[in-house]
């Protein structure tokens, strides 16, 4: 289990809180402290009565104004940080310290290895490379950046390496390198190590956008001090995607971080709430909470805030802002369950995240394929960016998926990318339609729907199909909307 003290830092103090380990039989296996004022103990796990005996005792010493039970010491969720940004990276990297021992990689350099080499770190990466010498390179090679040719399980790759270091620093005195790993198939395809090199350094995962650099510093926040969070925002900008970030953070395991929907239950809402919890997750996502009442919502801040349940983290995930919610429930009701709130902005909003969120989809698509990654021009993502995207990140992915699955080009331009609601979809998002009246929102919609279908069925019979309407129906609603097929 992990503790936090908040408390003085000086010898009398650590003696006390040491001399209580003892007493208790407790073993401590780590101790370590990130910023004046706070102390965190890694100890074995304990019973509940001992714990609830310990937290006390701690409390009481001279010095420690409180002491709590946390999820992770600073120095895990540091190195959890930099696994999620290499797992990432669609190339093999490796983290080596000075004498060449792995101390961290990524999936890709798993996956590149043989099945029968069971990588781990602290383990020797000669053993797993030929034509690469760590003692060379931080010796008479004096620790500079280099590119050089290397076998890894038998396939060829040119391996860059780069020192880690704040700053100028002699060989001797390096804490490791950072060696990416890249076979010809790849070599056009520019990966720019600087930026993970800056980004390892700087210890965080990094958005190019002001509203995701909010987001996920409140994410980092909300690890040390967990608060029941609502995340809002329009269908498809990723809230799902957020909650399972926190959970990562928070050095839990994916199968512990359950989102929850609230409008499908057979159950009654007093039976969900006894499932959820039986399943022990460390992270639940209360998905469309606006289906529930207030009465329901406070039943259920009341269950996961037990600290018997082991619920670590509280998420709520609605279209509907605070101010809406309060109207539902009352202000009082929505203070009652929500402690802080988060709004995940449309990708028209944030535009400089478009561009990087389309070449992560591609790099993945085309890793998954073992295929040559084509190359995004300026005009591409020019392009991409100036489109208003009502479906948000959901809607790009699903353009750059079907531009890959019709385009064999090493170099995409824009009559390339499959993006079919230029104008009138385009036009339409959820918070304008709440503006509308019932009429006008009811066309608005209707007009979205059948634009964002019609390039996938060019026939009125097969989109009449695909929307449960006849197609007398369709034809109409075709003509009135003057909707046509593309060029």
């Not at 100890?43 to 010095?63: F, H, K, M, P």
């Not at 995962?205 to 969070?229: C, D, F, R, Y």
Request: proline share 3%; with cysteine.
């Amino acid at each position: 289990m992990r503790l936090e003290l908040v408390c003085e830092q000086n010898t009398q103090l650590f003696s006390a809180v040491l001399a209580l380990l003892v007493k208790h039989q407790i073993e401590l296996s780590a101790m370590e402290s990130s910023s004046p004022g706070r102390l965190f103990l890694s100890t074995e796990e304990v019973a509940l009565e001992t714990l609830q005996a310990l937290l006390s005792e701690l409390r009481r010493i001279a010095g420690v104004s409180d002491a709590r039970i946390v999820h992770a010491l600073p120095s895990e969720i540091e190195q959890r940080e930099v696994q999620i940004l290499l797992d990432s990276v669609p190339y093999p990297v490796v983290l080596i310290d000075k004498n060449g021992m792995i101390r961290q990689h990524n999936q890709a350099f798993e996956d590149a290895s043989n099945d029968e080499l069971l990588i781990s770190n602290a383990n020797d990466i000669s053993k797993y490379l030929k034509g690469f010498s760590p003692s060379r390179w931080f010796g008479s090679g004096l620790g500079k950046r280099e590119i050089s040719e290397v076998q890894l399980s038998g396939r060829s790759y040119m391996v860059e390496v780069i020192p880690l270091s704040e700053s100028e620093e002699s060989a001797d005195r390096l804490p490791g390198a950072i060696m990416l790993f890249k076979s010809t198939f790849w070599l056009e395809d520019n990966y720019d190590l600087e930026v993970l090199h800056s980004e390892l350094e700087q210890g965080h995962i990094v958005s190019q956008s002001s509203n995701m650099n909010h987001i996920l510093h409140k994410l980092h926040q909300l690890v040390e001090e967990p608060k029941a969070t609502l995340l809002f925002g329009e269908a498809g900008v990723g809230k799902r995607f957020l909650a399972q970030l926190l959970n990562q953070l928070s050095i839990a395991q994916e199968d512990k971080l359950l989102i929850v929907d609230c409008r499908n239950s057979s159950e009654t809402f007093v039976e969900q709430l006894v499932d959820i919890v039986s399943q022990r997750p460390f992270t639940v996502a209360l998905q469309y909470i606006e289906v529930l009442s207030i009465e329901q919502l406070r039943e259920a801040y009341r269950v996961f805030h037990d600290p018997i349940q082991g619920i670590g983290q509280l998420l709520y995930i609605s279209h509907f802002s605070p101010e809406q919610l309060s109207a539902l429930w009352g202000s009082d009701g929505y203070y009652d369950v929500v402690q802080q709130s988060l709004a995940v902005e449309p990708l028209r909003k944030r535009r400089e995240d478009i561009a990087p969120l389309a070449q992560l989809c591609l790099d993945k698509y085309y890793l998954n394929q073992n295929a040559s990654i084509p190359v995004l021009s300026k005009e591409v993502k020019r392009y991409l960016s100036s489109q208003t995207w009502p479906g948000n990140i959901s809607q790009l992915f699903h353009v750059i998926q079907e531009t890959a699955d019709t385009s064999s080009k090493a170099r995409w331009s824009v009559k390339d990318i499959r993006y079919h609601h230029d104008g009138a979809a385009d036009s339409v998002s959820l918070e304008s339609l709440l503006q509308q009246s019932y009429h006008s929102a009811t066309q608005a919609f209707e007009k979205l729907l059948l634009a964002y279908h019609y390039p996938n069925y060019p026939s009125s019979r097969q989109l009449a199909k695909r929307l449960g309407l006849s197609h007398t129906a369709i034809a109409n609603k075709l003509r009135e909307h003057k909707i046509r097929g593309k060029d």
